[in-house]
């Protein structure tokens, strides 16, 4: 069954760095997302991604975050300077549309630690 | 802002036995309920959904119920099985009012008891 990849499974980095998630949704999938969850905490969407722009984003997803679709598979999730407050579970999501209808699709998450 | 509540934070249940898991709501623009499962170290796994034109949907073991003037949904599970223990997500969508985004419940951990 198809799926959704991220890596790496867990990053590491240092407060002020630049960090770059990345994830492979699913082939046939039109709409991308990244969702965060900071431990003990729900799942945040972030921001929603099609036809190679962004279509929603939160108040979370400000000028330190930029997302990407560099070819055709991947899908990236770039911060630009972290912050200790950006250590979270960063899920990708992909559905084929959006709809009533229709599901999103998560990824296992990357565990990024700001030290 | 809590727009999705699930405000029981654990569960347990004997094997064999029905799970009843509760979900509130406040947005009433959400159109579209979701349930994900999730174990540990892996992402959401989509379960079932419901859309607000329907009351019931069932899929196996699983029926989610909406009740949407009390702005409330239910995950059933019967029967409760060992490896259904995981933490349950609701979620909800509001696309028509142009949203795509699943905005979730703080999720609840359900264990399963052999």
């Known amino acids: 069954e198809p799926e959704v990849t991220q890596t790496p499974s867990h990053q590491v980095t240092q407060m002020g760095q630049e960090v770059i998630l990345r994830c492979v949704p699913i082939?046939?999938?039109?709409?991308f997302y990244w969702y965060r969850q900071i431990l003990g905490q729900k799942v945040e969407f972030l921001v929603s991604?099609?036809?190679?722009?962004?279509?929603?984003k939160s108040e979370i997803f400000d000028d330190q975050f930029s997302v990407e679709r560099p070819d055709g598979s991947n899908f990236t999730l770039k911060i630009r300077s972290t912050k200790l407050e950006d250590s979270a579970m960063y899920f990708c999501a992909s559905s084929l549309i959006a709809g009533v209808t229709d599901t999103q699709y998560f990824g296992p998450g990357t565990r990024l630690t700001v030290l | 802002d809590q727009q999705v509540k699930q405000n029981s934070p654990s569960l347990s249940v004997q094997e064999g036995r029905i799970s009843i898991l509760n979900c509130d709501y406040t947005n009433s623009m959400f159109d579209y309920f979701l349930w994900y499962k999730k174990y540990p170290a892996e992402g959401p796994t989509f379960l079932i959904s419901i859309s607000s034109i329907k009351d019931k949907n069932e899929d196996g073991r699983f029926t989610v119920f909406l009740n949407k003037s009390a702005k409330h949904l239910s995950l059933h599970i019967v029967p409760s099985q060992p490896g259904d223990s995981a933490v349950y997500f609701c979620?909800?969508?509001?696309?028509?009012?142009?949203?795509?985004?699943?905005?979730f419940g703080k999720g609840m951990k359900l264990t399963v008891n052999p």
């Open positions: 991604f099609y036809n190679n722009e962004i279509s929603e």
């Open positions: 082939s046939n999938h039109l709409y």
């Open positions: 979620a909800a969508s509001a696309v028509p009012g142009g949203s795509e985004k699943l905005v």
